[in-house]
C-alpha cells in the first residue's frame, strides 16, 4: 500500500535517495544558518533584545544542517550539489519573501519593518518545518539511527515555531499588526506555491534514483497538487494565525547541546 511513511522508508533505505534528500535538507539549514546569523548582528537598537533569539536561531539551523551531513558520513556518502529546483530557500528568496541576501552582506543595521519581515517569513516557513518534523518523528522517532536526530530537529523546530508567534504578538502590541498580518499572507501564498514545486522537483529526482513506475510517481505528484489546492482553499490559515504558544521564551536560554540533544559529531 502507498503511503507517506512507506514512501520515506523506500528513500532513506536507498543510498542515492537518502544522499539527496539529506543534502537537500542539510543545504536549506546551513542558508537558513547563514541568514539568522547576519540578522543578529544587524538587528536595529531598538530591538537588541532580539538578537540573542535570533542568532540561538541561527545555531539551532547549522547544528541542523551539521546533523544531516553527518548521516551522510555514518553511511560513508558524501553530499551531493543541490538540483536548483529543490532549493526551497533560495527560491523563497528569488520570489521576494524574506530579507534579500544582498540586504543581509551589507554591514548595515536593519530597520524594525525588517525585523517584521523576517518573523512573518519565519513564522510561516517554521509552520512548514514543525509540520514535516512531527510527521518524521511519527514515522522514525524510534529507529535505530534516525531517531535520535529526528526527535531533536522536532524539538528545535516547535521551539523556532513558538519564539515566532510570541515575538510577532510582541510587534502586533507594538503597533505593526495590521504589517504583519498583510506580510503572513503574502507569504503563505507564495511559501505554497514554493513549496508544491519544490516537492514535486525532488519526488521527480527520487521517482528516476528508485527507478518508479509512471503510475507511481503519477500518484505521488497528484497527492502533492492536492496538498497545494488544500492549502489554497483554506488550510493557509494555520500558517498566518498567531497565539501566544504553551512555550514561552523557547529561544531564551542557551542552545541545547549534547546533554539533551546530541550534537552531529555523536551521529557519526
Known amino acids: 500500500m502507498l503511503s507517506a511513511k512507506s514512501v520515506f522508508q523506500e528513500i532513506l533505505d536507498n543510498d542515492e535517495s537518502f544522499r539527496l534528500f539529506c543534502s537537500v535538507a542539510a543545504s536549506g539549514e546551513a542558508q537558513g544558518g547563514w541568514e539568522n546569523g547576519r540578522i543578529a548582528a544587524l538587528v536595529p537598537e531598538s530591538r537588541r ?7 540561538r536561531h541561527g545555531t539551532d539551523e547549522d547544528k541542523h544542517g551539521r546533523i544531516f551531513n553527518a548521516l551522510l558520513h555514518k553511511r560513508g556518502l558524501e553530499p551531493m550539489e543541490v538540483p536548483r529546483e529543490t532549493d526551497y530557500t533560495m527560491l523563497l528568496e528569488a520570489r521576494g519573501i524574506g530579507l534579500a541576501h544582498d540586504k543581509l552582506r551589507r554591514d548595515e543595521p536593519l530597520t524594525e519593518h525588517d525585523i517584521v519581515i523576517y518573523l512573518a517569513h519565519s513564522r510561516v516557513t517554521e509552520q512548514r ?17 534516525l531517531g535520535r536526530a529526528v526527535r531533536m530537529i522536532a524539538d528545535d523546530e516547535d521551539n523556532h515555531l513558538a519564539y ?31 513549496y508544491r514545486d519544490v516537492s514535486l522537483a525532488v519526488m521527480a529526482h527520487m521517482g528516476r534514483v528508485l527507478g518508479w513506475p509512471g503510475p507511481k510517481s503519477a500518484l505521488l505528484a497528484a497527492g502533492i497538487h492536492a496538498l497545494h489546492t488544500y492549502e489554497r482553499l483554506g488550510g493557509w490559515r494555520r500558517m498566518v494565525s498567531l497565539r501566544m504558544p504553551e512555550r514561552r521564551n523557547a529561544l531564551g536560554g542557551p542552545a541545547k547541546t549534547a546533554s539533551g540533544a546530541p550534537e552531529a559529531p555523536e551521529f557519526v
Not at 129 to 145: E, I, K, N, V, W
Not at 181 to 191: F, K, P, W
Open 49 to 55: 533584545d532580539l538578537a540573542p533569539k535570533i542568532a
Open 129 to 145: 518545518a514543525s509540520a514535516q518534523m512531527t510527521m518524521l518523528r511519527g514515522y522514525f522517532g524510534d529507529h535505530p539511527d
Open 164 to 194: 515566532c508567534h510570541e515575538e510577532l504578538l510582541r510587534l502586533a502590541a507594538d503597533g505593526y499588526g495590521r504589517t504583519i498580518q498583510r506580510i503572513l499572507r503574502e507569504s503563505a501564498l507564495v511559501e505554497m506555491a514554493v
